[in-house]
C-alpha cells in the first residue's frame, strides 16, 4: 500500500512538472505570436528560380480539376513555371484528370501528367517519383482540396534569396469552417498550430514543421536532407526535422493563407 501511494505521488509530480514545462511553451508562443510579424517579403529575385508544382493526387474525382486549374492560373515569369499531377489513383479521377492536362497543354501550360499504375510509398513516393523528372529550383506543393491565389509564387519565392531558406510554409483557411460544429472546432484548433505555434517556433529559430501542403520547398534541400522517404508514415515532419538538423531556415507566413477544406 505504501508502495502505491508512493508510486501515485511520483506520478503526481510529475504530471506536474509536465504542466508546467507545457504552460511555459504555450504562454511562451502566445507572446512570441503577438509580438512578432511574419517577415517582411523580399525584393523579387532576378532571375527568377525555375518553380515545379506538384499536385499529389489518389482518387480526388470531385476536387482534381479544380486544383489542377488553381495551379495553371498561378502567375510567375514565363519559361520558368511547371506543373506535375502526381495521379495515383485507379478509379475515374485518372481519366478526368488527363482530360483537362490534354487541355491546359494545348493552351501552353507547361503540364505533365505522372500516372503510376503500380504505386509505392504512398504520398512520399509520388513526391519522390516527380522529383526525379524535374530540374527546378523550387517545388510547390498543393494537395487536391487547395486553392491556391493567382499571386501565390510571387509571394513566396522572394525568401528563397536568403541561400539559408530550405522550406516556406504558408497558413491554410478554411473553405468549410462554418459547415458545423466539428468543423468550427477542427478550425479553431488548426488556426491555433499555425497562427500562434507554429509561427512562433519559426520566428525563435526552433524546429517548426512543413506541413505537407501549401508551401514551398528548396529542391536542393529535400535532396541534401535524404528526399521523401515513403516507409516514414509523417513524410512531411521527417523531411522537416531532417532539414532542419542540417542547417536550413523554415520560413512560416502567418498573415497569408491558401484556402483548403476540413
Not at 502566445?30 to 532576378?46: C, I, Y
Not at 486549374?69 to 475515374?92: E, N, T
Request: hydrophobic fraction near 45%; proline fraction near 5%.
Amino acid at each position: 500500500m505504501v508502495f502505491l501511494l508512493a508510486l501515485f505521488e511520483i506520478a503526481r509530480v510529475l504530471l506536474r512538472a509536465l504542466l508546467v514545462v507545457l504552460s511555459y511553451h504555450f504562454l511562451r508562443a502566445a507572446w512570441t505570436g503577438l509580438r512578432e510579424e511574419d517577415p517582411k517579403l523580399p525584393e523579387a529575385p532576378d532571375p527568377w528560380p525555375s518553380v515545379c508544382v506538384q499536385l499529389p493526387l489518389k482518387n480526388e474525382y470531385y476536387v482534381a480539376e479544380r486544383v489542377i486549374r488553381h495551379a495553371a492560373q498561378l502567375r510567375y515569369p514565363g519559361g520558368r513555371l511547371s506543373i506535375q499531377v502526381l495521379d495515383d489513383s485507379d478509379d475515374r479521377t485518372t481519366a478526368r484528370v488527363a482530360r483537362v492536362v490534354e487541355e491546359l497543354r494545348a493552351q501552353g501550360v507547361e503540364i505533365t501528367h505522372l500516372h503510376r499504375e503500380r504505386p509505392t510509398g504512398y504520398k512520399a513516393g509520388a513526391l519522390q517519383a516527380g522529383l526525379g523528372e524535374t530540374d527546378a529550383d523550387i517545388i510547390a506543393i498543393f494537395d487536391a482540396d487547395c486553392m491556391p491565389a493567382e499571386d501565390f509564387l510571387l509571394r513566396t519565392v522572394p525568401f528563397f534569396r536568403d541561400a539559408r531558406v530550405g522550406c516556406v510554409q504558408v497558413r491554410w483557411s478554411f473553405l468549410n469552417r462554418q459547415r458545423s460544429l466539428l468543423t468550427r472546432v477542427q478550425a479553431m484548433v488548426l488556426d491555433g498550430l499555425f497562427a500562434i505555434d507554429q509561427f512562433a517556433r519559426a520566428a525563435s529559430r526552433l524546429p517548426m514543421q512543413f506541413n505537407g501542403t501549401n508551401g514551398l520547398w528548396r529542391t536542393e534541400t529535400i535532396r541534401a536532407s535524404g528526399g521523401w522517404r515513403g516507409e516514414i508514415l509523417a513524410e512531411d515532419a521527417d523531411l522537416s526535422f531532417r532539414a532542419h538538423l542540417s542547417g536550413w531556415r523554415l520560413v512560416h507566413l502567418r498573415q497569408y493563407a491558401v484556402p483548403t477544406e476540413l
